[in-house]
């Protein structure tokens, strides 16, 4: 049989109808504990902590999306890297990409650094730098592709193939791409996490963490880990970021029809200085983009020549880009990481210049847009 498409995996994997009832979509099983016919004879399942029919079906989703022999689900997407993480033992290192989403810097350096996990800020865009930060102990090779908020794409394939010249793990966060755009796995990875929260539930109306797998003795420390520290999703934000991800395919086209007008409109701008996005040629990314991303994505920076003062008003005079965190929905966001998502950098090696203005464009009328984008500069401007 040949293989499914996307689309068609991403409405049917892991979701056949309900044996019971013949329901076409997954029910929300609102359950704690299960029957058992004896002791120790269970229908699969014997508490929701360590497996629930909803969230099972998200992970089988997940994992064929990413084409991996695994998925495993949980309460955020720092539950998942946090799990993740705890894999490695007192001593082991992991390289860390230099241009990293704040909350993961934080959790390394203010959490898991008190328990022995030590870590290297590297440029992922040069491989001699890479090379260097790696220790005899280093087990992980951490990077965001594209970063989280500047935008650099690395180039999965050659970092894989680092990682596994020094018996390491490649890592990564999928979440600005999702399995749509990208699969890493494909291109050597042996990790994809992803904050489902973002692009994979698509509505902001659910809290959700995942990871992708195909290695059986990783998936089995990890599926350890999953139910021994229990940070694991309810059943109805499963169901949530499964309805989302039936639609991936077709959101993520607009995301990035829209984000590709957007970001050709702010790099004609006098009142830009920089334009951080792959579908632009200028951008120093764009050939590997081009080779490792189906399409370049919804999200964007820019720096406003106005500097921080000018990005600060920009930000405050947007109508249909809400002022907010977050990111990956239907709707429009616009935030400035220095002082929002990224703030727990401050004062850490990693510097978000204070100019900075990130978009996740949504799919709303692209030249709604457009004139929300021209009226907040007018508004900076004053």
């Known amino acids: 049989m040949t293989a499914q498409g996307f689309e068609t995996r991403a409405i049917h994997a892991g979701q056949p109808p309900d044996p019971a009832t013949g329901a076409v979509v997954v029910p929300i099983y609102q359950t704690s504990t299960y029957a058992q016919e004896e002791v120790g004879v269970t229908k699969g399942y014997e508490y929701s902590r360590t497996g629930n029919p909803t969230r099972t079906a998200l992970e089988e989703c997940i994992a064929s999306l990413e084409g991996a022999k695994y998925g495993l689900a949980f309460a955020s997407g720092m539950a998942a890297e946090t799990t993740l993480l705890l894999s490695l033992q007192p001593g082991e290192h992991l390289v860390l990409g230099d241009d990293v ?12 650094s008190h328990y022995g996990v030590e870590f290297t800020l590297a440029d992922m865009t040069q491989p001699d730098l890479v090379e260097a930060a790696i220790r005899p102990e280093t087990r992980m090779l951490w990077i965001e592709t594209p970063t989280n908020p500047m935008m650099k794409v690395l180039d999965i394939a050659a970092l894989a193939g680092l990682a596994e010249a020094h018996g390491s793990r490649l890592v990564v966060d999928n979440t600005f791409a999702s399995p749509y755009i990208q699969r890493p796995l494909e291109l050597g990875a042996q990790v994809v996490v992803h904050s489902a929260t973002k692009y994979l539930g698509g509505h902001s109306d659910a809290v959700l963490g995942l990871l992708a797998v195909s290695d059986d003795a990783l998936w089995e420390v990890l599926a350890f880990n999953q139910n021994s520290v229990g940070a694991i999703p309810g059943p109805m934000d499963c169901f949530l970021v499964q309805r989302g991800m039936k639609t991936l395919s077709v959101r993520m086209r607009e995301h990035s029809a829209n984000a590709q007008r957007i970001a050709e409109f ?40 106005g500097g921080a003062a000018a990005a600060l008003r920009f930000v405050a005079s947007t109508r249909l880009f809400t002022l907010a965190e977050s990111l990956g929905g239907i709707e429009s966001l616009i935030e400035h990481p220095g002082s929002m998502t990224h703030a727990s950098l401050a004062g850490s090696p990693i510097q978000i210049s204070p100019a900075l203005v990130r978009l996740s464009v949504g799919i709303e009328t692209c030249d709604d847009l457009l004139a929300d984008l021209e009226r907040a500069f007018a508004q900076a401007a004053v």
């Open 101 to 112: 989403y704040g909350g993961t810097y934080r959790l390394l350096n203010r959490v898991l």
């Open 266 to 305: 702010l790099a004609a701008r006098a009142d830009v200085t920089r334009v951080y996005y792959p579908g632009l040629k200028s951008h120093p990314g764009h050939e590997v983009a081009e080779r490792q991303m189906a399409i370049p994505g919804g999200m964007l920076s820019f720096e406003h020549a």
